[in-house]
């Protein structure tokens, strides 16, 4: 005990003094940047930066753009305004500048460095490959955070393990973001910390770096980035938000305290506090990623890994500490640990990865940082002081007549762009160019966001102090060209689509429920007086097997397809509904059998032949599938003809469905092949998948390309579904399927698992789900609910 508690004393003076030293820095590169305020010296030298600038940015009328694409289109369709850029041959220059962009801020490079010029056209040029490919291919806006092309991108790779594993964990941790964070916005930062790990790795690979060592550094960035980048969402979003109580914040810090400083995340103990369910998830991911983190390190960099991590998270603590309503704080305390937190965040991102040090990134970074932090506080200081949040902005809006001493936060990041341009990047032209570039979209776009009268408000406010420079500034806003960037517009793409998502699955979940609820009570086979006491015996029987608690999938599918695509009423196809589950429970039935599958239980209840005897679960599955038929023959509404083609399209498939079922019963005890266990699987649950989404196709008499397109997504979807199914049954919880776990190697079955083994398994599903989502693609129209019915039934726990 007494070593800990020195060992304990030895860490809190080694970051203390880690602290120390990140405070003297950034107060004296505060201290250069108000001498510059004071005596104004940067004015004369922007203004200079504006006069070489705007010779590339402002442009008299081009009449080749009108002619390309008659005028620029709004850049939220980014397609379409990339085939614009393209046209009007500026797509070139707007990829250079977006590329060199990300290389300043999130890899720390000089712009100078002939290697860096090498991977930024590079990227520049793949980028560009990429958007003329999928703009000629996509119809509407493309999707930016697929998993289909993030693990595409695996495969390529050789990390497919990897990949697997961030999707699966980003899946728990939009489950689990807390409803009073911005979700959206939660997981676009934790997304985007990711990709900027990876880019740390990517950009030090070589033509001649071998693919295993490729592999296993991709790997490693992957988990490194979820692992650091899991902060963002479960340590600064949830301490800034009220999603936790004071108490539980106080406790909560605490514990992140003593685990940077001790190197062990303490156990969770007694929480006092009514998030415990929530605390208790971040607790557990983030012990995880924390010892990851610490793992991975090298002995010898772990120590800087540690100190960088306490000044990070003691200077967001300080800065969140503040009080909007004290009046007192000093221009230091204000900007200080703002310049601490602002550059950390991006120097950690090599101690994580256990890089060697690098002096010039280190510079770079930690005099970049507030740059961007103060131009992000400016976009969101509305926002901020509805919060009552403390940022330079916020507090310079409320003080700025009581307290004549306080810096002007604009006219502070002016200095800071000045001090950029001449004092790191040397007058480096392209770093001039990017960083200006930069300043100017932002208050393009804060215009645009506020209104013109709102902005000239704010103008107003924050850069009366610098008229002759803010005169030039406004005329770039006014009249200055090119300056957007792709970052930007992927941004709000990616926000607006995770938002989208979370809408969808919504409305997924709620579809599943509500439509399951009204086929259920359609499902009931009703008595009447005159029917024979043997019937009525059956009809108890079937009603036993229907009132299980079924997902229901594919009479919902048929419905969602039906009723929300093809514009058919719910009435007109209810005896459809009706017929798939009634063919689907007989199906089941059949397989429990002891002849067949001899399960004891299925959808949480005995099976039918324990409840009764095997004959009378053989008869009620014959009196199932005949009543499925009757009721595909009440299909009135609709032309005999197209009736009788759906008729005889379903017993097609009923009757693959039992080849399916023999060549399973036939595979019993044997070794299959994967082509042998892809074929039964598809006859045993793809058939059904497919008439789930043909059979209402039918109805509505659509093309025969769109029913081939449906045909595909339901074979690649419905192996998906069966492989889930087998790694569910390798390891699942069998109170949370309904049915006992382990039954398929209890009866020596050969399964996906069996053949390919665990991790195989999981890479044949996501295969296959990459195959059903081009397949989703090649539909007239986009279909959310079986995009979002795929994402289920690989996700799925039962």
Not at 47 to 55: A, L, P, S, T
Not at 657 to 670: E, V
Not at 733 to 751: I, W, Y
């Amino acid at each position: 005990m007494n070593n800990l508690l020195i060992n304990q004393t030895k860490d809190e003076a080694n970051v203390g003094e880690a602290y120390r030293l990140a405070e003297q820095k950034a107060s004296q590169y505060f201290s250069k940047l108000t001498q510059q305020l004071l005596n104004h010296s940067h004015v004369d030298e922007l203004k200079e930066d504006f006069r070489i600038w705007q010779k590339k940015h402002i442009h008299r009328f081009s009449w080749l753009s009108w002619f390309a694409g008659k005028r620029k289109p709004d850049t939220r369709n980014i397609q379409k305004y990339i085939h614009w850029l393209n046209a009007t041959s500026k797509l070139d220059d707007y990829l250079d500048r977006s590329i060199s962009y990300i290389y300043m801020r999130d890899l720390g490079q000089a712009l100078d460095n002939p290697k860096t010029q090498n991977h930024i056209r590079r990227i520049a040029e793949d980028t560009k490959t990429y958007f003329m490919r999928t703009a000629s291919k996509q119809q509407g806006q493309a999707d930016y955070i697929s998993p289909a092309a993030l693990y595409r991108w695996g495969q390529r790779e050789q990390i497919e393990e990897a990949v697997i594993w961030v999707l699966d964990k980003l899946k728990h941790v939009a489950a689990n973001i807390p409803k009073e964070l911005d979700a959206a916005q939660a997981q676009r930062k934790l997304i985007k910390i990711i990709l900027g790990v990876v880019l740390h790795v990517h950009d030090e690979f070589t033509e001649e770096t071998p693919q295993k060592e490729r592999s296993e550094r991709l790997d490693a960035a992957i988990r490194l980035g979820y692992s650091y980048g899991l902060t963002y969402p479960f340590v600064d979003d949830l301490l800034d938000s009220q999603a936790l109580t004071i108490q539980e914040k106080e406790q909560y810090s605490a514990m992140i305290q003593q685990a940077l400083l001790t190197g062990i995340v303490p156990e969770l103990g007694e929480w006092k506090g009514p998030k415990l369910e929530v605390i208790r998830y971040v607790h557990s991911e983030l012990r995880e990623a924390f010892d990851y983190i610490r793992n991975y390190q090298r002995e010898e960099m772990r120590r800087t890994f540690f100190e960088q991590s306490y000044v990070f998270f003691q200077s967001q603590e300080t800065d969140r500490s503040k009080n909007l309503s004290n009046a007192h704080y000093t221009n230091e305390e204000l900007y200080i640990p703002i310049i601490i937190k602002s550059a950390s965040s991006r120097l950690i991102v090599r101690s994580v990865l256990s890089a060697p040090e690098d002096e010039g990134f280190d510079l770079r970074t930690f005099h970049y940082g507030i740059y961007n932090q103060l131009a992000d506080d400016f976009a969101d200081m509305f926002d901020d002081l509805q919060d009552e949040a403390v940022t330079p902005y916020t507090y310079y809006l409320k003080y700025r007549d009581l307290r004549p001493d306080l810096i002007n936060p604009y006219e502070l990041y002016w200095a800071v762009i000045s001090y950029l341009i001449h004092d790191v990047y040397y007058s480096n032209e392209k770093a001039r160019e990017v960083i200006l570039d930069r300043a100017i979209n932002g208050l393009k776009r804060c215009r645009e966001r506020l209104g013109q009268v709102k902005y000239d408000e704010v103008m107003s406010i924050f850069a009366s102090g610098q008229p002759e420079l803010n005169d030039v500034v406004q005329q770039m806003v006014r009249k200055a060209d090119d300056v957007d960037f792709l970052d930007k517009l992927l941004r709000d793409q990616v926000v607006l689509q995770l938002s989208n998502d979370k809408e969808e699955k919504d409305s997924f979940r709620q579809t599943l429920q509500t439509v399951r609820e009204r086929i259920n009570v359609e499902l009931q086979i009703n008595k009447s007086a005159e029917e024979l006491d043997m019937k009525t015996r059956l009809m108890d029987a079937a009603n036993y097997s229907l009132q299980g608690d079924g997902k229901r999938l594919r009479p919902i599918l048929t419905w969602v397809m039906g009723v929300q695509e093809y514009g058919l009423t719910e009435s007109a196809i209810m005896p459809l509904l009706r017929s798939m589950e009634y063919m689907h429970t007989a199906s089941l039935i059949f397989d429990d059998l002891p002849t067949q599958d001899n399960a004891s239980t299925r959808r949480g209840r005995s099976t039918l032949h324990q409840v009764h005897n095997s004959a009378t679960a053989e008869l009620t599955g014959l009196f199932l599938i005949q009543r499925a038929i009757r009721e595909q023959s009440t299909l009135h509404q609709f032309d005999a003809q197209t009736v009788l083609k759906l008729i005889q399209y379903s017993a097609v498939k009923a009757e693959d469905m039992c080849m399916g079922q023999a060549m399973d019963l036939g595979s019993k005890g044997k070794t299959l092949s994967l082509e042998e266990l892809n074929t039964i699987c598809f006859y045993k649950t793809g058939i059904a998948f497919e008439a789930a989404l043909v059979m209402p196709a039918i109805l509505a008499q659509v093309k025969e390309e769109e029913i081939d397109a449906l045909k595909s997504f339901a074979y690649h979807a419905g192996i998906a579904f069966q492989i889930r199914d087998d790694l569910l049954d390798y390891g699942g919880d069998h109170r949370v399927l309904g049915k006992p776990a382990g039954q398929d190697e209890r009866n020596n079955n050969s399964t996906f698992v069996s053949i390919l083994g665990e991790n195989g398994a999981q890479k044949a599903m996501w295969e296959h789900y990459c195959f059903a989502t081009d397949a989703l693609g090649q539909m007239p129209k986009p279909i959310p609910f079986l995009k979002h019915l795929l994402d289920y039934l690989i996700a799925r726990e039962r």
